[in-house]
Nanobody, 127 residues
Framework: QVQLVESGGGLVQPGGSLRLSCAASGFRLDNYGIAWFRQVPGKEREGVSCITSSGGGIYYTDSVKGRFTISRDNAKNTVYLQMNSLKPEDTAVYYC????????????????????WGQGTQVTVSS
């Protein structure tokens, strides 16, 4: 079955770092654009970053540019999100998803363009 599982979240102080992992089963991540989203209670799910199937295209929302880095490891069928210089406003549940209809690239970062959502991993940034 197609499944994505997020891990790596936790509690960190402002300025700290975390690395999130998105592990795929039932398909190859390198056949899909993969995105990270985040969501806090009462707010819409927000696109954070996306990487194309080839790794040649990488996109970030403005609020994380210069702090977050998305990457992939084909041998491990895993996509990562390295988060540095974390801020309290980064607190959210982080999800990964694949582009819909077998898309290789990164469409606009909206929920409707992605699927196969994982269960999410909680990131809390607080002193």
């Amino acid at each position: 079955q197609v499944q994505l599982v997020e891990s790596g979240g936790g509690l960190v102080q402002p300025g700290g770092s975390l690395r999130l992992s998105c592990a795929a089963s039932g398909f190859r991540l390198d056949n899909y654009g993969i995105a990270w989203f985040r969501q806090v209670p009462g707010k819409e799910r927000e696109g954070v970053s996306c990487i194309t199937s080839s790794g040649g295209g990488i996109y970030y929302t403005d609020s994380v540019k210069g702090r977050f880095t998305i990457s992939r490891d084909n041998a491990k069928n895993t996509v990562y999100l390295q988060m540095n210089s974390l801020k309290p406003e980064d607190t959210a549940v982080y999800y990964c998803a694949r582009s819909g209809l077998g898309g290789l690239g990164c469409p606009r970062l909206t929920v409707s363009n992605f699927g196969s959502w994982g269960q999410g991993t909680q990131v809390t940034v607080s002193s």
